[in-house]
C-alpha cells in the first residue's frame, strides 16, 4: 500500500491495489462516491468478473456540489461491519478522501481512498483518463 493512516483514515492505495482486494478480499467494498451525473456520462466500476458490484453513494450532488447529509446512513445501510475494508473512489483521488475520513470518524475501521480515482488527472490538454486512474490502468468498467 502507498502509505497508512494518512488524515484521518487508514491510507491511500492505487487503482490496481484496490483490484487486488476486491479480488481477494471477500469482505471487502468499493464504494463510488462520485455525482449520479459522472455515473451515467463517464462510466462505473464492473465487478461482476469477481462477483462483486461496486455500491453507488453520492457523496456530492451535481450541480451545486453540496456533502449528502445522508452519505454515513447510506453505507451503513450496505456495510454493517464497521471491521471491513472500505475502499472509496471518486473521479480523481479528491473527493474520496473526504468520505474516508468521514466514514473513519463514523466509525469504520479501514477505510481507504483509492488515488487517481475512476478517471484520474488532467493531462497538458485538459483531458481525464490520458494519464491515471481506474479507466486508464484497463481495470474493469461499462457505461450505463
Sequence with gaps: MVNTKVKGYAGDITPAETWEI???NEHS???DVRSTAEWAYVGVTDL????KEAYTIEWKSSP???INSNFINQVKEIC???EIKIL???RSGQRSISTSQALTDA???QCYNVLEGFEGDKDNAEHRGQSGGW???GLPWKQN
Design 29 to 31: 467494498i468499493l464504494i
Design 48 to 51: 461482476s468478473s469477481i462477483g
Design 64 to 66: 451545486d456540489m453540496l
Design 22 to 24: 476486491l479480488q481477494n
Design 107 to 109: 466509525g469504520f475501521k
Design 80 to 82: 454493517t461491519n464497521r
Design 88 to 90: 472509496s473512489l471518486c
Design 135 to 137: 479507466k486508464f490502468h
